[in-house]
């Protein structure tokens, strides 16, 4: 497909902009918390309303759907040549709490629209394309990241660790899953597993969530790598007892264990020499949770990420003996410990790239190679397929905050970005 690259709406190669926000506004009426912000959690009866709202635009375009048993969403437009590896591209719909409405999302309409426009301008894809929506990219309900995506790449390791993953209530993965719809058998997790070969590429359109193409004021960016997430969780158990009776000598606060590793991960951090390397304590609760009451445990989640993947794993180390040695010094347990999840990371693949840097030069739009330090589906899916990101600007860089913005302008330059780069592959 060879676009004319002036994008008016002279053209039928054109974003229908309004459209595209109407939809991203719809879609975030569906939230658990009060607009701005947006909250969808996994299976939650928000997250049913937007899955029906994706199929019902899916469906729109004529698109063949299918959802497989976790409800990783695909919408596919059959190629000439549908048994050729399809050309693939979607992101997530989840948000997590008090969060903005285009992280993810902007990757999800913003194909769905990618498509509309190459059925518009009447391509004809010899190798199929499809949008993906992913289940639960964010850890919020169940504490795993890219659930969805992760056993499409194959996971036993999480197929496994889901027969026995609860969320805060207790609700078990099975449970919250067939409430949602998704009734299954865990042997059938499985089944969301994926062929190396089921994709000929797999590009995600995504917001930038940092302020890089926007200071410098570059309309996309061309991710090369993602940067290596961590997970860990880690918890600590005291006696407990009374605020006022129990003097100081005689305490072992777990909570106090908990800052004081907070505050480590800060500093082993800071530490690793680099930049990059970056780590956060993002939940911490402490038990019973009075006022009156020392803690006698406390639950603390940290996130660590570095695209140094062993530098990351430095720190993860160091963090690790920082909490063998505040439980000895505290007189408290350290009862757990767990890496959650230990990622690589992935990188671009240099046909994607090219395919992207293509496109965009094609639509006279200045582009920057560049890194995505944020996790996305795609570390994922490039274990089974090539894969490349685009990124867009994004107000002051905000994200997974109320405030998040992009706006429709830069979204139609990347919603053209892909559409050019998925009919281009499509034809190869
Ligand atoms: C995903 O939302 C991330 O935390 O990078
Ligand atoms: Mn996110
Ligand atoms: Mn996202
Ligand atoms: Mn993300």
Known sequence: YRGDGDGGSSSPFYVDSDGLQRQIDELASFSDSPAPSVTRVLYSDKDVQARRYIKGIMNQLGLSIREDAVGNIFGRWEGSEAGLGAVATGSHVDAIPFSGKYDGVVGVLGALEAISML??????????????????EEPTRFGISCLGSRLMAGSEELALSLKETVDNQNVSFFYAADSAGYKMHPEELHNVFL???????????????????????????????????????????????????????????????????ALAVEKHVLESGSIDTVGTVGILQLHPGAINSIPSKSHVEIDVRDIDEKRRNNVIEKVHQSAIEISKNRGVVLSEFKIINQDPPALSDKSVISAMEFAAKQLNLEYKLMISRAYHDSLFMARISPMGMIFIPCYKGYSHKPEEYASPEDMANGVKVLALTMARLSLQ
């Open 119 to 136: 059925k518009r301008s009447g391509f004809q894809p010899k190798r199929s394309l499809e949008v993906i929506m992913f289940t639960s």
């Open 195 to 261: 062929k190396k070969d089921d994709y000929f590429a797999f590009i995600e359109l995504h917001i930038e969530q940092g302020p890089i193409l926007e200071k410098e004021g570059i309309k996309i960016g061309v991710v090369t790598a993602i940067a290596a997430p961590a997970s860990i969780k880690v918890e600590f158990e005291g006696n407990g007892g009374h605020a006022g009776a129990v003097l100081m000598p005689a305490r072992n606060d777990a909570g106090l264990a908990a800052a004081e590793l």
